[in-house]
C-alpha cells in the first residue's frame, strides 16, 4: 500500500516565531530601502532635468556593492550573523537621516542643486558598501533559522515579503512625494528603517560555521567563487538573470516616462514603479500556494524572455493604462525567476559557505540591478529615452535564446 504524500503547507515557515521577526524586519528595511531608491531617482532628476543623472545613482551603488561582495561573502560565514545585520541596518538608518536633513529647506536654501546632487551620489555609496553586507545576511539567516524540510517554503516566502516591501515602498513613496514632499517622505523612510531594527533585534545571535582562523581570506573567497562556477544550475540561473536584469534595467527610465511622456506626475510615477512588483507578488503568493513542481529550468527562460518582450512595449505604449499593464505582467514574469533562481540557490548551497554564495548572488542580482540602471542612462544619453529601453529589451531576447542553446542543463533543470 502506498504511503500518503504528506499535505503541503504553504504556512509551514512562517510559522516559527524567528522566521516571522526575520521576515517582519526584511519587510520593514526593505520598504524603506525601495521608498529611498525611488525617491531620489525622482529628486535628482528634478534638480538635473537629465536621464543620464539617473543613471548615476545606479553607478554610486554599484561600485562598492560589487567590490565588496566577495569579501563581504567571507566576512558573514566567519561572523555572527545576527549582529552583522543591525550593524548594517542601523548604517543604512544614518544615511537616510542625512538625507532627510539634506532634503529640509534650511539646506536646500543653502547649497546649490549641483551640490546636493553630488551629496545624494555620495550618501547612495555609502549605502552601496552597507548593502554588500546585509543583503546576503538576511539569506544566509533563513538557512539558520528555518529546518531543511521547509526551505524551499520559506525561500517562496521571502522572495514573497521582498517583493512585497518593493511594492509598497514604490507605491507609496509616489504618494508621498506629492502630498507632503521630499522631506516628510524621508523622514517616514528613516521611521521604518527604524521599526524594521526593532523586529530583528529580537532574534537569537547566529554564530558562525567557520572559525575565524579556518582559512585566509583569499582561500575562503575562492572556494566560494569555485563552487558557483562548478555548480551549473547554479551558475546558469545567475548568469542568466545578470544579463537579462542589467539589459532590462530600461524601467530605470520610469521617472521620464511618468513624468514627460505619459505626463503622469509624482502619483503616476509611484504606480508606475509599483507596477512590475504588483505583478511579482501576485505570482509569488500563487507560487507559495501552488509551488511549481517540473521543468522549472524551461519555465525560468520562458519567464525571462517574456519580460523582455514586455520591456520593448512598455517603450512604445503612450497610453497609461497600457504601460501599467504591461509593467505588471513583466512583474509576473521576473517573480517567477526570482523563486526558482532563489530556490536553486538555498537548495544547492552548503549551510558552511551560504555567506560567500549568497554575496555572489548578490554581485550577479543586486548590483545588476544599479549596473543596468547605469546602462540605461548612457544609452538614453546616446540614443534617446525609448531607443534605449527597446535596446534593453532586445538585449534580454537576445540572452535567452543564446542561454537556451549554450545551457541545456539548465533549460532541463528540475529542482
Known amino acids: 500500500m502506498n ?45 538635473t532635468n537629465e536621464p543620464f543623472a539617473i543613471g548615476l545613482i545606479g553607478l554610486s551603488e554599484v561600485i562598492p556593492a560589487v567590490s565588496l ?16 545585520l543591525l550593524r548594517g541596518v542601523f548604517l543604512y ?23 546636493i546632487a553630488f551629496t545624494i551620489y555620495v550618501v547612495i555609496f555609502f549605502t552601496g558598501i552597507f548593502r554588500a553586507f546585509t543583503g546576503p545576511t538576511f539569506g544566509t539567516m533563513v538557512a539558520s533559522i528555518v529546518p531543511k524540510e521547509h526551505l524551499q517554503n520559506a525561500t517562496t516566502w521571502n522572495q514573497g515579503i521582498w517583493l512585497s516591501a518593493s511594492v509598497s515602498g514604490h507605491a507609496t513613496v509616489g504618494f508621498l512625494i506629492a502630498f507632503l514632499g ?14 524594521g531594527y526593532g523586529f530583528l533585534y529580537q532574534i537569537k ?7 575565524k582562523g579556518e582559512k585566509k581570506t583569499m ?32 524601467v530605470a527610465m520610469i521617472p521620464v516616462f511618468a513624468r514627460d511622456i505619459l505626463k503622469a506626475g509624482p502619483i503616476g510615477f ?27 529550468g524551461r519555465k525560468l527562460l520562458f519567464a525571462v524572455g517574456g519580460f523582455g518582450l514586455c520591456i520593448i512595449i512598455f517603450a512604445l505604449s503612450r497610453i497609461f493604462w497600457i504601460t501599467f499593464c ?23 548551497t552548503p549551510d558552511h559557505m551560504r555567506g560567500r554564495v549568497m554575496s555572489v548572488n548578490s554581485m550577479f542580482i543586486n548590483s545588476s540591478n544599479e549596473l543596468g540602471q547605469f546602462e540605461s542612462g548612457v544609452t538614453a544619453k546616446l540614443f534617446g529615452v525609448v531607443p534605449s529601453v527597446i535596446f534593453g529589451g532586445g538585449m534580454t531576447l537576445l540572452v535567452v535564446l543564446i542561454t537556451w542553446l549554450k545551457a541545456p542543463s539548465l533549460r532541463k533543470m528540475e529542482y
Open 69 to 84: 561582495s566577495l569579501y563581504a561573502g567571507h566576512v558573514i560565514d566567519i561572523t555572527e550573523k545576527r549582529g552583522l
Open 270 to 296: 509611484g504606480w508606475l514603479n509599483a507596477a512590475s512588483d504588483i505583478g511579482s507578488i501576485t505570482v509569488v503568493i500563487l507560487l507559495t500556494l501552488f509551488p511549481l513542481r517540473r521543468q522549472q
Open 3 to 47: 504511503e500518503k504524500q504528506p499535505k503541503h503547507d504553504p504556512f509551514a515557515a512562517m510559522r516559527i516565531p524567528e522566521y516571522r521577526n526575520l521576515m517582519f524586519g526584511r519587510y520593514l528595511f526593505i520598504m524603506g530601502l525601495r521608498m529611498m531608491g525611488t525617491l531620489v531617482g525622482w529628486w535628482i532628476y528634478e534638480l
Open 219 to 250: 582561500d575562503s573567497v575562492r572556494e566560494g567563487l569555485r563552487f558557483v562556477f562548478q555548480t551549473k544550475e547554479v551558475l546558469g540561473a545567475l548568469s542568466l538573470d545578470l544579463f537579462a536584469v542589467l539589459f532590462g534595467g530600461a
Open 182 to 195: 521630499n522631506t516628510a517622505s524621508l523622514g517616514v523612510i528613516s521611521a521604518l528603517v527604524l521599526a
Open 205 to 211: 545571535p547566529k554564530p558562525p560555521l567557520n572559525e
Open 326 to 348: 504591461v509593467l505588471v505582467l513583466a512583474g509576473m514574469l521576473d517573480g517567477i525567476s526570482v523563486v526558482i533562481r532563489g530556490t536553486i540557490l538555498q537548495l544547492k
Open 93 to 115: 538608518l544614518c544615511c537616510a537621516v542625512f538625507l532627510f536633513l539634506l532634503s529640509t529647506k534650511y539646506t536646500t536654501t543653502q547649497l546649490s542643486s549641483h551640490w
